[in-house]
């Protein structure tokens, strides 16, 4: 968010900061617009000249809303992955081409437009000091986070207690491998656990209410860190949870160490995908190789996975066994359940005959 983009609006030369994905360049032309239908918007679009909205907010998400949908029903279905993935890139670098004027401390000057500026602090950590160019579906992705942000998710693994989740850190939406967390057994005793790559802090608080009195939880991530020890501080276990902003291990043994990594072996393309994808299983490996050596002589490894990479094609069934058996472990014992979120079940989607047989496993670990 460095990048000042400059436009000449009514004879006078403007400019803003541009704040749109990463993925894609900062648009070198510029066209303000307050009316215009979707089939001429997306002609400018596909020509490369990004549009300002200036009219009225609520026609402003329509007009957006007739572009999607008008794209989407001309896409081709890939049920390849890599392909699919390709499509949605493209999709994202025309839809970002809709811009909006966000004045300082989150002010927009669009007739009915809403306050944005706490949904933008849960993004960028503070009150912005200079005009902002930002794409309106971005936006909207911020609004939306916002909102589940402060609404929670309630957790039943935690009775029901409530984790809540900023734009740019993973959701736990995906109850059924909380449960498994819930439930396993334990090994014995069992007085230090760590939490890799904590995201949101929820394993390490299932692991809490189960009694563990010592429970470091790591995170390379600025955003999981603050997220994490915001949700620690709500559920009051303070005092048995420590929070560390490293990359995976910390110092000493631990006779609990837990791991929720990437399931998918694809290069991420945002900062909240890191928890979805991890190229050739880098994350993944490296923590298998050097867990061994982080254990208590009982200790136990438990690893969180789901085998979609495998009915995706991007993950031979038999790696993970191997890489285990590589790294000095052995299984003790491995619990399975399928997912039970929404888009487990959805019919349509291209990759739904991959989520329609998906399976997370809880794979409980000890060294050879």
Not at 27 to 48: D, F, K, V, Y
Request: net charge positive; hydrophobic share 40%; glycine share 6%.
């Amino acid at each position: 968010m460095n990048e000042t983009i400059h436009w000449t609006e009514h004879g006078q030369n403007m400019h803003g900061i541009w704040c749109g994905d990463s993925r894609h360049p900062a648009p070198s032309h510029i066209q303000t617009i307050s009316q215009i239908n979707a089939e001429q918007a997306l002609h400018l679009m596909r020509q490369n000249t990004a549009l300002l909205w200036r009219g009225d907010y609520h026609q402003g998400k329509q007009l957006l809303a007739a572009i999607k949908k008008r794209v989407h029903s001309k896409a081709r279905t890939h049920t390849d992955f890599h392909k699919h993935r390709l499509q949605q890139a493209q999709h994202s670098r025309l839809f970002q081409q809709l811009l909006i004027e966000i004045q300082p401390n989150g002010l927009l000057k669009n007739n009915r437009a809403p306050n944005i500026a706490a949904a933008l602090n849960d993004v960028f950590g503070s009150p912005n000091q200079h005009t902002l160019l930002l794409p309106l579906h971005l936006l909207l992705g911020y609004i939306g986070a916002h909102e589940w942000h402060k609404a929670g998710v309630a957790i039943p693994a935690l009775n029901g207690k409530k984790i809540h989740v900023p734009y740019g850190v993973f959701s736990p939406v995906r109850g059924e491998y909380l449960e498994l967390v819930a439930q396993a057994k334990l090994p014995s005793p069992c007085h230090t656990a760590w939490d890799i790559g904590t995201g949101s802090g929820v394993l390490a608080a299932i692991l809490a209410q189960r009694g563990i009195p010592h429970i470091t939880a790591t995170d390379n991530s600025t955003r999981a860190i603050a997220c994490a020890q915001a949700n620690i501080q709500r559920l009051k276990l303070n005092e048995q949870i420590h929070i560390q902003h490293i990359n995976l291990f910390p110092a000493g043994r631990a006779d609990l160490i837990i791991c929720n990594p990437p399931w998918l072996p694809a290069k991420p393309s945002s900062d909240i995908e890191t928890a979805l994808y991890d190229p050739e299983h880098q994350m993944l490996q490296t923590f298998l190789t050097q867990a061994k050596n982080h254990l208590t002589p009982h200790g136990q490894i438990w690893l969180i996975m789901s085998d979609i990479a495998e009915h995706l094609g991007l993950r031979p069934a038999e790696a993970l066994p191997q890489w285990i058996s590589t790294a000095g472990l052995k299984l003790i014992h491995k619990t399975d359940i399928q997912p039970q979120h929404p888009k487990a079940r959805q019919q349509h989607h291209p990759l739904a005959y991959a989520r329609n047989r998906e399976i997370t496993s809880l794979w409980q670990l000890a060294a050879k």
